[in-house]
């Protein structure tokens, strides 16, 4: 559960890095924000139905089999959640900033979105290690609880990996036909609302998405080895290789940070 937090507070620092770096123009940030705007409005109405959904299964669950898997349940929705709602602020906050930079250095931008991507990787090893290990834990150790905990990911990674892909593609129709057989417009031309939309789409869907899935898959791989360590060996040192396993891929995380741009540049 340390490697986890560490993993964590090393995406905090990549966030709070990227951060720093300068948004542009008044243009780029005016487009930024509406980008922002209109993603966070997307998830907003996502949530509620998600919690309504949630709120249902939760009930059910505690019903049908015992509270602690229905807590399960809850934990691994929540932080599937989280994991696609910070990747998608970040991935916002990267794109103008890896705009911007790609203006005065390759090097620069480069660097700024391949921490942007860091970000999400960081934070989904990190949730999926730190909830799977404290709930394990918490649990005494109940493998039926942790299979409540992946079912919970798996719920929000449904919603808002289907659900942002057809609200991408839809937008990305639209603002084709629009912008280029009605309007004559240049593909990506910001004067089109719906090319505003179709950028919405790509980071609800491919940002914040693909988050909740890579989440979901990363927990249901890692309870998955953890029961057929149970069932294989008994043994609690089996069952916990699957989670020391991924601790290691933290820790590995600086092995990452010259990335080769050809055989005579790299950027740190």
């Known amino acids: 559960m340390a490697l986890a937090i560490l993993g964590l507070v090393a995406a ?3 966030m709070l890095w990227i951060k720093g770096k300068s948004s542009g123009n008044e243009r780029m940030k005016e487009i930024a924000q509406m980008i922002e705007i209109g993603a966070k409005a997307y998830l907003k109405r996502q949530i ?3 919690s309504i959904i949630t709120a249902v299964i939760f009930v059910a669950l505690s019903l049908l089999y015992n509270l602690n898997t229905s807590i ?4 691994g929705a929540v932080c599937s ?3 696609g709602y910070i990747g998608m602020r970040v991935a916002v906050m990267a794109n103008v900033r890896t705009t911007h930079a790609a203006s005065s250095s390759q090097l620069v931008a480069m660097k700024v979105a391949f921490n942007g991507g860091a970000v999400t990787g960081l934070l989904v090893i990190g949730l999926a290690l730190l909830s799977v290990g404290a709930f394990y834990k918490f649990t005494g150790g109940n493998m039926q609880c942790l299979i409540g905990l992946a079912l919970g990911s798996s719920l929000i990674s449904v919603f808002a990996r289907l659900g942002g892909g057809i609200y991408t593609k ?3 129709v639209g603002a084709d036909l629009v912008g280029k057989i009605e309007s004559s417009m240049a ?3 910001p004067r089109n609302p719906a090319v ?3 950028n919405v789409g790509d980071n609800v869907g491919d940002c914040a998405g693909m988050a909740a899935d890579v989440f979901e898959t990363y927990v249901v791989s890692l309870i998955g080895a953890m029961i057929v360590g149970k069932l294989t060996c008994g043994t609690g040192s089996a069952v916990l290789l699957p989670i020391i396993l991924g601790g290691i891929s933290v820790i590995g995380k600086p092995g990452t ?3 080769f741009l050809d055989k005579r540049r790299f950027i740190w």
């Open 12 to 14: 905090g620092l990549l």
């Open 48 to 50: 509620i139905t998600i």
């Open 72 to 75: 399960g349940f809850l934990i």
């Open 81 to 83: 959640l989280m994991a």
């Open 170 to 172: 839809a937008a990305d």
């Open 187 to 189: 593909e990506d031309d």
């Open 196 to 198: 505003i939309a179709d």
């Open 257 to 259: 940070a010259p990335v």
